[in-house]
């Protein structure tokens, strides 16, 4: 047995401003620090045997993942950062808010962009060109991503860097995103492509699973 404890980051200033975020590089709110540090505070009460932590590429999740590190006394672990795990890519509407659009669009249109699985929302004109994905080759880069697309370029990392973990019987922490934790849940619960648009996955608040030795979940606790 292992366990698994998924963590979105604490609120980032995009939250606060109810704007389309995706992978533009926020940073937390005074709050979501402190968000953190719960989060933190909230693990050190029970005995998790962690023995790596994995993060996106993007501050507000990797600030999120120090501080909890910090608060666990687990500052010396090995801390993975992949652009695998950032959060889905919201287009044309990164930087809009959210209320704005739904006057624009009508709450049906912006629901469907937010919560459905397979749903694109509108696409950039061209790529960032960010420093961070240059290796991958800029024709690379998404120019917008519905929630599948995020599982499948997530599926990935994974397979190879913390499912093995699991199996090996080592605990792991992964501090991402809504739509990333999100998706990772659909995967490990065999949730359907219509329910998914039911899940909600709050800042800094612990969901930790228990696996057996196939990846099957033996117990699931929202702390």
Known sequence: MAQLVLLRHGQSQANQDNVYT????????THGATEARQAGKCLAGYHFNFTAV??????RAIITANIVMAELDISDLPLYKTWRLN???YGALRGQNK????????PKQVALWRRSYRTVPPKLAHPDHDRRYTRLGYEFEPLAESLEMALARLVPYWVDHVGPQLIDGHDQLIVAHGSTIRALIKYL??????DIDKVEVANGQP??????RRLQIKDKLVL
Request: hydrophobic content about 35%; aromatic content about 8%.
């Open 22 to 29: 995706g992978w533009s590089d926020v940073p937390l709110t």
């Open 87 to 89: 959060e889905r890519h």
């Open 54 to 59: 994995h993060t996106s590429v993007l501050q």
């Open 207 to 212: 969901i930790v699973y228990t696996l057996d």
């Open 99 to 106: 209320a704005v659009t739904r006057k624009l669009f009508g």
């Open 189 to 194: 619960e065999g949730i359907s492509d219509q």
